[in-house]
């Protein structure tokens, strides 16, 4: 055992200065911190988020829908994760768990909210019939990789991301344990993606669109800087699928919505109309737009 090595108290106690990157909002806690209301726009569906690859889900999502001819007309609002916009009182109340993205759906008589990245895409493919099947096993095979992303992408994120990237110091347990999931996921994938072209079968789906919006990127090179480290050229069959996705024209727009970071043409900081992508772009506005 190392002198350095950690002994856990018999009861935590929170050290609000614990360090790392995202330390100042994180916090063991529920609920608002303070009072400030969402704003509303003139279209069925408001969506309040950042371009994370949760985010990203979302948006890519609403930009395949329009692109296929449905509907599905939105508002974008940036939620600024890093200044605590996710604990005011309007963004607790469409999502109790203070976790981007979150979106309300005025379609019916009373607004319905929908937070957790899955349950929107389900939400909007079932709404829309698009990018899931009816029924049957082709429906189900669907889920069964939904269900997958949402249940792999926290040791991706919140372990192999934070140890990786994040936390203030590197120690090689941490690194070396979910590094290797991380490759073990990739493997899954990889497997798959050998046998089919997509990853739920013959056809895209939300399955893809959930995915691609992590391991996609991650072997785009977009996530942690960690491609090298990983080997992700080595899952080749995963990085011609991220590259075949990577490629859609809804993909690309999608991926630039509610962006704050990045090359400023990229950045969408909110998305209200077709044309924003012309015309709002962080490089047409301005830096402090």
Known sequence: MSDDSYTPPEVWTWEAA?????????????????????????????????????????????????????????????????????????????????????????????????????????????????????????????????MWQMGSAPYLGGGFGHFYAYAPEKWQYPIDRFAMEAKRQLDVLDQQLAERPYIAGDSYTIADIAIWSWYGQLCLGRLYSAGTFLDVQSYKHVMAWAEKIDARPAVQRGRMVNRSFGEPHMQLHERHAAEDFETRTQDKIGEDA
């Open 18 to 146: 614990s360090g790392g990157q995202f330390a100042s909002i994180n916090r063991p806690i529920a609920g608002p911190t303070h009072d400030k209301d969402l704003p509303v726009g003139e279209h069925p569906f408001q969506l309040y988020s950042l371009a994370t690859p949760n985010g990203v889900k979302v948006t890519v999502m609403f930009e395949e829908l329009l692109a296929a001819g449905r509907d599905a007309e939105y508002d974008a609002w940036l939620i600024k994760i890093g200044d605590g916009d996710q604990f005011g009182s309007g963004f607790v109340d469409v999502n109790p768990n203070s976790k981007i993205p979150a979106l309300v759906d005025h379609t019916g008589e009373t607004p319905l909210r929908v937070f957790e990245s899955g349950s929107i895409l389900m939400h909007l493919a079932e709404k829309f019939d698009a990018f899931l099947p009816g029924h049957g096993p082709a429906r189900t095979e669907v889920i069964n990789w939904l």
